[in-house]
């Protein structure tokens, strides 16, 4: 028997509302990054997460948030890739060669394309480069990094808090590696024409050339982004993306020891990420997945679908990883009518939530007579306190 098909039997034949192919329990890979997340870009399924949620400073990966914001404008019209903006006294001295941090070299009161500033910042994690955006967009880097929160409530990352647009340490500044993971996809997805800056392996300005900050660029296993940062409290961090033999992975670490050990868990993470899974179709479109209980309904039970097929992205070597549940609030009462949301079908990888696709009532059905009624509040006394 094929795995899809035993799937499918755990769930419609034997009518199961759990199927448990293993305890959720060891992750299927081992880092020595403190926090980890990592999805398949094209569906957002979860392929590892290791303590994704706890807040850290986002240091130069802050700057995913500040070009989101750029090129949100440039999508919209607000801003065009040759309008110029002047390099003002602050940002030099904080952004600029005076401040020892990464920098394009800006010259104090040039004026620079935007185009170069989005390659400054995205190459060479410039933060002259930041500021002089912030200034020239929002009047002030405040009134900018006001602005980088707001959008990412937007765009529905609900923690990500800003304080400036370069990602310098800074009291309140925060996210988590979901979020910036999360962020990452919505670059790569929303904004093609301009995701391609963060894969140039160099950028001169001001006749010097730096290469990438990004480390996984220069190693040729199909890295094309995105961010690296480091800071005191966080550690090392990295946000990386890699696309092969037509699957992109896209991760975000955080709290490696050093920028040498943050190159080679990135790599060995993602590189686990496009090699240790396969894409495999569990239910088609339109076909049953399983049933819930009806309360006070003509029929006990109401069948269930997706709205679509469903896919799963599956271990290739670690099967007896896999657990899935349907999950509702029930019983459901009755009447329910045919595309009612119900619940959903949620995955686990180890103990690794991988996805959840909501699932509909995929029939009606009314209210029952008098004795059926009579029946399931019965069954409600007695068996309803064990839920």
């Known amino acids: 028997m094929t795995f899809r098909s035993a799937f499918v039997t755990a769930f419609l034949g034997l009518g199961m509302l759990v199927l448990s192919l293993a305890e959720a329990g060891a992750q299927l890979f081992e880092t020595k990054a403190a926090q980890v997340f990592m999805i398949d870009a094209e569906t957002g399924t979860v392929l590892f997460s290791k303590d994704a949620d706890k807040p850290i400073q986002p240091a130069s990966m802050a700057k995913l948030m500040t070009m989101e914001v750029v090129f949100d404008a440039i999508k919209s019209g607000r801003l065009k890739l040759d309008d110029t903006f002047v390099v003002s006294e602050n940002a030099w001295r904080k952004g600029g060669a005076p401040s020892g941090t990464s920098t394009m070299f800006a010259k104090l009161k040039s004026s620079i394309r935007l185009e170069d500033l989005i390659q400054g910042v995205t190459v060479q994690a410039a933060n002259d480069g930041c500021i002089v955006i912030a200034e020239g967009m929002a009047g002030s880097e405040d009134n900018f990094a006001a602005q980088m929160t707001e959008r990412a409530r937007q765009i529905g ?115 686990w990420g496009v090699r240790s899974f396969e894409k495999t179709e569990i239910f088609a479109k339109d076909e049953v997945v399983g049933e819930a209980q009806v309360f006070g309904g003509a029929k006990s039970g109401v069948t269930l679908k997706a709205k679509g097929p469903i896919d799963i992205f599956l271990p290739i070597t670690n099967r007896d990883k896999l657990t899935a549940r349907i999950v509702y609030n029930g019983p459901v009462a009755a009447p329910v009518e045919e595309g009612q949301p119900v619940g959903a079908l949620r995955v686990w990888i180890g103990d690794t939530l991988s996805q959840e696709t909501p699932l509909f009532a995929a029939e009606s059905i009314g209210v029952g007579t008098l004795p059926q009624r009579a029946l399931d509040a019965v069954k409600e006394l007695a068996i309803g306190w064990l839920r």
């Not at 997805?189 to 220069?218: H, T, V």
């Not at 955080?254 to 050990?261: I, R």
């Open 157 to 271: 990352l609900e923690t990500s808090t800003f304080v400036n647009s370069t990602g310098l340490p800074a009291d309140g500044q925060q996210t988590t590696v979901r979020e910036l993971a999360l962020l990452a996809v919505h670059l790569w997805r929303d904004y093609p024409d301009f995701y391609r800056y963060y894969g140039q392996k160099e950028f001169a300005w001001n006749k010097i050339s730096q290469r990438n900050r990004n480390p996984l660029l220069a190693m040729d296993i199909g890295a094309d982004g995105l961010a690296v940062g480091a800071s005191e409290v966080s550690g090392f961090g990295i946000v990386g993306s890699l696309s092969h033999n037509g699957t992109r992975v896209i991760a975000a670490m955080s709290g490696l020891a050093s920028d040498k050990e943050r190159a080679e868990e990135a790599r060995k993470l993602l590189d």
